[in-house]
Each structure stands twice: as C-alpha cells, then as structure tokens.
C-alpha cells in the first residue's frame, strides 16, 4: 500500500521569506501523480500544485514550486516570498496513474506565517 | 469553483441515530468519493462511486454505507451514529483524464454525542 509522511506537523516563516515543506511517500508503482493541497481556516481544499511522475521538470505555480526527487520519493513544496495569506494547513497526496484512483494523503504540516 | 456542495455545513445529532450526508455535484463528473479528515490522520477514503449505482469500499468504510442513484448526488450514511465517527466529511469529484486533480466540497462537521 502507498504512504504519504510529512514529518513536520508544524512550521513557520517570516513574513516575505522563503519555506519549504517536506513530504516522502512510500510506492512500487512508476506512474503516478503528487499533489500539493492547501486548507486555509475556512476548511476549503484548495489544490496547489501538481506534479507527473514520469516529468523530470520540477512544477511551478507562482510563488510555488516542488522539488521532486523520484528515486528519492521525495517531494517538497517551496513557498517563496511567503504572504500572510498563506497560512494554512498543507497536505501532501499521492494518487498512482490508473483509472480515477483515490487519493492518499500524508497527515498535514501547519503554516503559520509571521508578520 | 467545482461545482460541488454538501450539506448540512454542521451537524450535531446523538450515538445511535442515523445520518446522512449529501455531496451534490453540477460537473457530470462519473467519479465521486467521501473522505473524512481527523487530526494526525489527513484525509481518508471511506467510499467512492465510478458511476450510478456502481460504488466501492475505501480504507475506513465500516460503519458507513454509500448510495448513488443519480450522476449528480452521492449519498453517505451512518445507519446508526457513534462518536468515533465525529469527523470532518469532505466529498470530491474527479474529472475525466489521467492525472487531473481531484476538487472538494467544503466538507460537512459532523459531531456525535
């Protein structure tokens, strides 16, 4: 069975620095989907970024990008220029590519961003 | 937006009394699933439909029971409530297409006495 870990519950940046939050995940299959989603206060799952397995090229969106280790199974999330509006809880998930498959999801690493 | 709402937003009800939770999409989509979130615990899948009438187990399903009698709506049910079922409900739907992100209703609080 696939696992997703992040191993910080919680983190912290000043305002306008830069953070990166860890997540690994544990999988025999080659093809398959990372995800980066965001739940700010209001409970909503907004998704942030996703990346393709078989892409070397590590995803962008904005001010966040990934850095995907495949034989690593690491997949980070670099928040650049952090805003206050981003705090949040983030949660790392993982989906292989067959079908319409569920996803799993690590246990969520808590943002707070310092003005 | 995704074009998905649950409802109830917040429910409080007591041990042993059934609920349902309703997830109610716009999209068309044939990929439906109920995941409840708890701390330490990020989300888990407790049923998905692939279409009408057709649904399937996830890793936490005891306890609950699924129904799907139109592509727009995707029931879930807890024949008889207990507190270990307080959670955090979400529903999310999945586009057609490899590798597209799955989107979230806002997710329904559930409390259990």
């Known amino acids: 069975a696939q696992t997703v870990t992040q191993s910080q519950p919680e983190m912290s940046v000043q305002e306008a620095e830069t953070v990166t939050l860890s997540c690994t995940y544990d999988?025999?299959?080659?093809?398959?989907?990372l995800f980066w989603y965001k739940q700010p206060p209001s409970r909503q799952m907004i998704l942030v970024i996703r990346?393709?397995?078989?892409?070397?090229q590590n995803a962008t969106e904005n001010r966040f990008s990934v850095n995907f280790q495949k034989a690593a199974k690491s997949f980070s999330l670099k928040i650049s220029d952090s805003q206050l509006g981003d705090a949040a809880m983030y949660f790392c998930?993982?989906?292989?590519?067959?079908?319409?498959?569920?996803?799993?999801f690590g246990t969520g690493t808590r943002l707070t961003i310092i003005p | 937006d995704a074009g998905i709402t649950q409802s109830p937003r917040h429910k409080v009800t007591e041990t042993g009394t059934p609920v349902t939770l309703r997830c109610h999409q716009t999209?068309?989509?044939?990929?439906m699933y109920w995941y409840r979130q708890d701390p330490g615990h990020g989300l888990r899948l407790i049923h998905y439909?692939?279409?009408?009438?057709?649904?399937d187990k996830g890793e936490v399903s005891d306890g609950y029971s699924v129904s799907r009698s139109k592509t727009e709506d995707f029931l879930l049910t807890l024949e008889s409530a207990t507190s270990s079922q307080t959670s955090v409900y979400f529903c999310?739907?999945?586009?057609?297409?490899?590798?597209?992100?799955?989107?979230f209703g806002d997710g329904t609080r559930l409390s259990i006495l």
């Open positions: 999310a739907i999945s586009p057609p297409g490899q590798g597209q992100p799955q989107h």
């Open positions: 999988t025999s299959e080659s093809d398959y989907y």
């Open positions: 990346q393709e397995a078989y892409k070397q």
């Open positions: 998930a993982y989906r292989r590519n067959f079908g319409n498959e569920k996803l799993t």
């Open positions: 999209e068309n989509h044939r990929y």
């Open positions: 439909s692939y279409g009408v009438k057709d649904t």
